[in-house]
């Protein structure tokens, strides 16, 4: 046998031809070491279950024979769908499809029998399996079988046989990243073993300890790094702001602060300013939907640039720095304050337009993408960095300014409220503020949570809204993995399908594989209200303002969190008009439910987070590298407890660490 190592191409292993070889690259696996840290997303197990009520949603094995022989029809959107129906023991009839596999046709034909694994589904009284993997041999009910992603149109199968060919070849040469004593201490699983047991666990013990292994370590990473960012914050010392008289700013303002936010405003200015050089500021700014986070944010700016100091906003989507963008042109119009804005589809000729005017020489404010930290180190004159964290966080860009721009003041703004332990682990030991006050005349958006088998009557409602003049949207959420998804659930097929069901009324569909301009045009037509109903993925989960928007409905809603619901939620009541929120959900999970339900009573966001962190863990909260990696999902086993132990490890491990430990982490080239 040919001895593999895990820098060695995939192209080394048996059946990885060019072709192959091209779906794995597509999908970044280029390597042995990418191929086994592509883990499965779930496990099922061998059990063979009858069509029943009680499987509905979830994903089983069934033994079935089909009644007819594939019949092959084309979707809307030109999708290819093989369809034909099968029955289990019981006579209990499902009609099984695939998309975008025609091929299938002629391996199956009517009286054949097979297992099949997949999650049924139940719609407008049917029964339903969408590409279901089918096996012809019977499964062993005590084994946990793998399902990976389907990487680059590859199925769960051919991953499997993938990876078997070579793991165990290769996990000698797995490194460990955490030091001995740690996983000693803690009990953890060692590295090399973890990543076996996420690819074919024993037992479901394993199998979580392996997740706790890798969620442990993703923590120890973030607190180590967050450490090492306040250290130097707290060690850095820059020059103090002067007092500023705020009213010229205030008083243009078309309402007054509420006390929240003067207390806030307060606060920051008391980091601010002073006599003698100070630690430049590390603050987050915590406050629910709407508090007004933005113009106390603008305010600090203000101070800053009377300081003869410039400030760089930053927001994690194009379509949000525009926002900003926007607002904060209106909030300094009446100044002598440019404002400019730089994202990914800013030209070169206007980029360096905005360079030769941001050079520091005079104060400015620049807003844009985060990718504009990592390219705007010629910005000159730099004091204070504001960053809008959308729901999930991550310290990587804080670190990255920290590293260039020196003693820089950083200001994070979250929309979405978190309890003060988990807010201080993930800012850095920073100083939180809470604007905890709505400013007056705020409504409550009625909130109702029904079954799919109501979109008739919720399409209905739309018509109805939108006759008044008012705006919708509908959000739908992203749904990666071909296999698991039914024709219904895709932002794409829901925009078929409304636009059927609203005839003549404008809708228009944004997701994240837009290029931004085609966004830009999308969100502009929707705030200027020529389009009445935007079909989206969660990329407008960002704080888009639009008055007249009064629906939105969320589909599949029991994949949200509670916190990112009620973000979405805070979309719409944004205008005087009475506005609501539609949860729909065939999901009979009970957590699901009470989850749900919760919503519909709840309207306070911090309460929200709470919920969401006692349920569901605070993995819910972390950036996508934190919470889960290539398939897995480790949000789960990420509870606050681990977090504790793991900012613990970090403390222990850079006060006993040589300066070469702390290289990749400074550098932030620790983990692959
Ligand atoms: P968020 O905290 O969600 O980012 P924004 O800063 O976008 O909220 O503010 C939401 C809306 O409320 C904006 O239209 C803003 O102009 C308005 N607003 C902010 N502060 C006040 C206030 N004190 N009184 C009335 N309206 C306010
Ligand atoms: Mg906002």
């Known amino acids: 046998m040919v001895s593999l190592s895990l820098e060695d191409s995939v192209k080394n292993l048996k059946g990885v ?14 390597t042995i070491g990418d191929l086994i840290f592509c883990f499965p997303r779930s496990f099922r197990s ?84 969408f590409s279901p993997e089918k096996r012809a041999e019977a499964p062993d009910p005590e084994k946990l079988y793998p399902v990976y992603p389907t990487v680059g149109g590859l199925s769960s199968k051919r991953m499997e046989k993938l990876v078997e060919a070579c793991l165990v070849q290769v996990l000698p040469q797995i490194k460990e990243t955490l030091p001995q004593g740690i996983l000693d201490r803690f009990g953890l699983m060692p590295r090399a073993r973890a990543v076996f047991c996420l690819h074919a666990p024993p037992t479901n013990e394993l199998l979580e300890e392996a997740k706790k292994r890798f969620a442990f370590e993703e923590l120890f990473d973030f607190s180590v790094k967050a450490t090492i960012f306040s250290r130097r914050q707290q060690k850095g010392r820059t020059e103090p702001f002067h007092r500023v008289d705020l009213s010229p700013f205030l008083d243009a303002l078309p309402f007054s602060l509420t006390d929240a936010q003067k207390k806030v405003l307060d606060e920051i200015t008391a980091d601010l300013v002073g006599e003698s050089p100070i630690p430049p500021m590390n603050r987050l700014v915590q406050g629910d939907v709407g508090s007004g986070k933005t113009v106390v944010a603008a305010a600090a700016a203000y101070l800053t640039a009377k300081n003869g100091k410039s400030t760089l906003v930053m927001a994690p989507t194009e379509i949000l720095a525009r926002q900003h963008f926007s ?8 100044t002598d304050i440019p404002v400019f804005c730089l994202t990914g589809s800013t030209s070169k000729k206007e980029r360096d337009a905005i360079f030769s005017e941001t050079t520091g020489e005079k104060p400015y404010i620049l807003v844009g993408t985060h990718a504009l930290v990592e390219d705007g180190a010629t910005c000159g004159g730099v004091a204070l960095a504001i960053t809008d964290e959308q729901h999930r966080f991550g310290v990587r860009h804080r670190n990255l300014l920290g590293e260039k721009g020196g003693a820089v003041h950083s200001l994070v703004m979250s929309a979405t409220p978190i309890p003060r332990s988990l807010a201080m682990f993930l800012y850095a030991k920073g100083k939180i503020s809470i604007i905890d006050q709505l400013p007056p005349g705020r409504q409550v958006i009625d909130t109702l949570y029904v079954g799919e088998d109501k979109l008739p009557r919720v399409y209905g409602f739309l018509r109805e809204r939108i006759g008044l003049g008012q705006q919708a949207y509908v959000v739908c959420p992203l749904i990666e993995d071909e296999e698991e998804k039914s024709p219904l659930q895709s932002a794409t097929e829901e925009y078929e399908a409304i636009r059927k069901a609203v005839p003549g009324i404008p809708c228009a569909l944004l997701h994240g594989k837009m290029k931004p301009k085609e966004k830009n045009e999308v969100m502009a037509a929707f705030q200027a209200g020529e389009t009445k109903i935007l079909v989206s993925t969660t990329v407008i989960e960002v704080g888009v303002d639009v008055p007249r928007a009064t629906v939105m409905v969320i589909r599949s809603a029991e994949r949200f969190g509670l916190s990112q619901l009620h973000q979405l939620r805070g979309r719409v009541g944004r205008g005087t008009e009475k506005s609501y929120c539609v949860l729909i959900s065939s999901h009979s999970g009970k957590s699901a439910r009470e989850r749900l339900k919760k919503l519909c009573d709840c309207h306070d966001g911090f309460e929200l987070a709470k919920y969401d962190l006692k349920t569901r863990g605070p993995g819910e909260f972390f950036g996508t590298r934190q919470s889960g990696f290539a398939g897995i999902d480790l949000g789960n086993a990420m509870t606050m407890e681990l977090l504790k132990e793991a900012s613990e490890a970090a403390e222990t491990f850079i006060e006993a660490a040589t300066p070469e430990e702390m290289i990749p982490f400074e550098r932030g080239t620790r983990l692959n």
């Open 17 to 30: 031809g060019e072709k192959i070889g091209a779906a794995l690259s597509r999908a970044g696996i280029k």
């Open 327 to 334: 607002s904060f042109q209106r909030l300094f119009q009446g």
């Open 46 to 129: 061998g059990r063979i279950y009858p069509l029943s009520a009680e499987r509905y949603g979830s994903y089983c094995g069934f033994y079935l024979t089909a009644l007819s022989s594939p019949g092959v029809f084309t979707m809307a959107g030109g999708r290819r769908v093989l369809r034909y129906k099968a029955c289990d023991e019981n006579g209990t009839a499902v009609h099984i499809m695939y998309i975008n596999q025609p091929y299938l046709k002629h391996q199956i034909a009517k009286g054949d029998s097979a297992y099949y694994f997949g999650i049924l589904q139940e719609k407008s009284g049917g029964l339903y399996l």
